[in-house]
């Protein structure tokens, strides 16, 4: 399967590095282009145990990718997990906003 996570922060990194050791493909979008480019590049963007090792995998075996922007490859995957921050506003109620953009940008 082709899977793609959108955001690579906390639940996003740990679920598209497990994804990619069950032997899916991943593709990780995330608009933060530091984080990006060390995921690419063999670093975590978060501490997690095993999660250094598991991101070395994936990409040693080509299941894993990361980028910044939504492209044609998103016609081609199976799954999309959205995997973007909700953030609490002082009255404890979540900010969605940022589950619907993304959600919009991949419909469009």
């Known amino acids: 399967m082709l ?5 690579l922060g906390y639940v996003g990194a740990t679920a598209a590095c497990c994804i990619a050791k069950q032997g899916h493909r991943v593709i990780g979008a995330d608009v933060s282009a530091a984080k990006v480019k060390e995921l ?5 963007p978060i501490t997690e ?3 250094q090792e598991l991101l070395n995998e994936a990409l040693d075996n080509g299941n894993l990718h990361a980028v910044t922007e939504i492209g ?4 081609g995957c199976d799954v999309a997990v959205v995997c973007v921050g909700t953030p609490s506003s002082p009255d ?3 900010d969605m906003s940022y589950v619907a953009k993304v959600s ?4 469009q």
């Open 92 to 94: 404890g109620s979540h």
């Open 104 to 107: 919009t940008q991949i419909a």
């Open 40 to 44: 690419n590049g063999g670093q975590s």
């Open 72 to 75: 044609d490859w998103i016609s």
């Open 49 to 51: 145990p095993g999660l």
């Open 3 to 7: 899977v793609s996570i959108f955001g």
